[in-house]
């Protein structure tokens, strides 16, 4: 039997990249997946045709509470339940040195960053305790564990990601909902595809593993999180950097 048959998972941000493999896992394991998207749902389209039936696209803006609390809705009025929340959707801002940043520019990136996963939580979590349980799960970043230059505020943002992951994991265990969070190195998206040959060149050749991941890499996480191998596991953080955060 597949890991997720029965399971009902919610994914944001799943219209390219990360998001689109992890509905691709998830759906190819068993589960009903309502895929988010923002703006386009080009990406989503081929997943629908790919799982008929299985696979529902919903759109809103999560750095609104209200639409936030309507994708919760929606999946439950189409599904049943939501089993698995992957809070997956979130900007990135880089390229700014601390001392000519502005404070607006943090303000944008946790809401980006830390509002959406905010919002999506908050509306999910009645409907698990409710039904008893459930899985939530959380993206942060390698560079929480190994800050880079220019950075600040996208780090900042995904450290408060990993604070709220950790104690939402003290607040929910008795409830039987596990929150966990997953920490991608450099990923083979349509961002790093954008840089430089030579910068992803040097970020694998630090790499223990000796590559860059894919996002299928990181999916399969999201796939252990979400299914019942996971049930005994919270407030955990899975790398999967292929070692780049271990080294110095």
Known sequence: MALLTDKVAV???????????????LAGEGAKVVAHFRRSSAGIDELVAQFPGS???RQADLTNADEAAGLIEAAIERFGRVDALVNNAASFHADMVFENDQWEA???????????MFHTTQSVIPHMKAQGGGRIVNFVATLVHR???GYGAHTAAKAA????????????GSHHITV????PGMTLTDYSQGLPEVARAEVAGRTPLGRLAEPDDVARVVVFYASDLAGFITGAVIAPDGGLAIIG
Not at 11 to 25: E, F, K, L, N
Not at 106 to 116: C, Q
Not at 161 to 172: N, S
Not at 180 to 183: E, Q, R
């Open 106 to 116: 943090y303000v944008d990136e946790f809401n980006g960053v830390v509002g959406t």
């Open 55 to 57: 696979v529902y696209p």
């Open 180 to 183: 966990n969070a997953v920490s």
């Open 11 to 25: 994914v944001t941000g799943a219209g390219r990249g990360i998001g689109s493999a992890i509905v691709r896992q």
């Open 161 to 172: 990601v990993l604070a709220i992951t950790r104690t939402l994991a003290r607040e929910l």
């Open 147 to 149: 800050p880079a230059a």
